[in-house]
């Protein structure tokens, strides 16, 4: 197994004109260089600004330290379908990572484990690393259904030809987040175990290089305790990525 490095990776969902997108990257991009070298000499760090703006973005940073994604992808390279962005045409613009499967996609867009799956395996295809995500709502929580959900979801969502390396998972419980509400540490701790044990079962040994990200109301505050547990290999942020001083301080804390 190679040192895991962390990903911090910032989620910007619909926010952001291009005046405070181009801003922000900027400062984390010149923080990445000069202040926050130490942090940079060890983690990667990520922004996935919404579609609009991922082409000024990743233009802005070119020669950085500092990542750029998408926040999704549609399955196929190109064709009919009206309002959808291609892996192709993310990679084309300079990303190297997209987000599939996150909660609210799911949730809102209706998508599937086999929707996901198929998103991630074209997200290899072209030549991204997916970050795949995963997570159960309260009510599955509250029914003691969290680690078959997720042990369902990671074998649905994962494509054929995933390693250790090119895959990320994030664990993102639905309930925590942009809900100022987190999991216990034990509960992290142990649902991030059973993500890597259920990983081996198709990665084999490669799973012990596999990130798994905890996101779900990662602040500055909690940041140093989640990431702090052993198998928590960065973390997933979404309203704390909007500031720099916070998204700073929370890869700090890593
Ligand atoms: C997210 O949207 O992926 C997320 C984790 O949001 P927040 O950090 O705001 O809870």
């Not at 395996?121 to 970050?131: C, E, K, R």
């Not at 990671?154 to 895959?167: D, W």
């Not at 419980?173 to 942009?178: H, T």
Request: with cysteine; glycine share 12%; proline share 3%.
């Amino acid at each position: 197994m190679t040192a895991r490095r962390a990903l911090i990776a910032g989620n910007w969902k619909m926010n952001g004109l291009r005046a405070d997108g181009l801003a922000l990257a900027k400062d984390l991009a010149a923080w990445l260089d000069g202040e926050g070298r130490d942090a940079s000499n060890r983690l990667d760090m990520l922004v996935c600004p919404p579609a609009t703006l991922v082409a000024l973005v990743a233009e802005a940073v070119t020669g950085s330290r500092l990542a750029v994604g998408g926040q999704d992808c549609h399955a196929a390279e190109a064709g009919a379908h009206t309002g959808d962005t291609s892996a192709w045409m993310l990679k084309d613009l300079g990303c190297g990572f997209v987000i599939v499967g996150h909660s609210e996609r799911r949730t809102d867009h209706g998508e599937s484990d086999e929707t996901v799956r198929a998103k991630a395996a074209a997200a290899l295809a072209a030549g991204l690393v997916p970050i795949i995500c995963i997570g159960e709502t309260e009510a599955e929580r509250d029914a003691g259904r969290t680690l078959a959900v997720v042990s369902r979801q990671i074998n649905g969502s994962l494509p054929e030809g995933a390693t250790g390396t090119n895959v990320v998972i994030a664990y993102e419980p639905v309930w925590a987040i942009g809900t100022g509400r987190t999991p216990t540490t034990e509960d992290v701790a142990e649902v991030h175990a059973r993500i890597r044990d259920e990983a081996r079962g198709r990665l084999g040994a490669g799973a012990d290089d596999l990130r798994i990200l905890y996101g779900g109301s990662v602040k500055p505050g909690n940041a140093a305790e989640l990431l702090g547990l052993a198998d928590v290999d960065g973390a997933l942020v979404g309203g704390a990525s909007l500031k720099a001083a916070d998204f700073q301080a929370i890869a700090s804390a890593s």
